[in-house]
């Protein structure tokens, strides 16, 4: 299911491959949508809604974004993740 032309519902799905949590805030789309159109390049998401479960296996805090899908760890096609990391701080200092 398309959430946005960039992206569909099933890249936020937990990497547990169990649980089906798929769960993604209307902020954090807004935000990956507007790094896609600033650089131009496609966004791949590594990893965005987890599983409580998931989230310990990975290493993830107890009171991660993840687990309300507030976050996501996520490559822009050939851009420096420094790049990304400097646009997203200065766009979104908070």
Known sequence: MKLSEYF???????NCGECNCDSVDVELLAVLNDVRIHFGSPVTINSAHRCFVHNMNVGGSE???HLSGRAADIVVAGVLPEVVQNYLEQKYPN
């Not at 569909?8 to 937990?14: H, K, M, T």
């Open 8 to 14: 569909d519902r099933s890249e936020f799905e937990c």
């Open 63 to 65: 009171h991660s974004y």
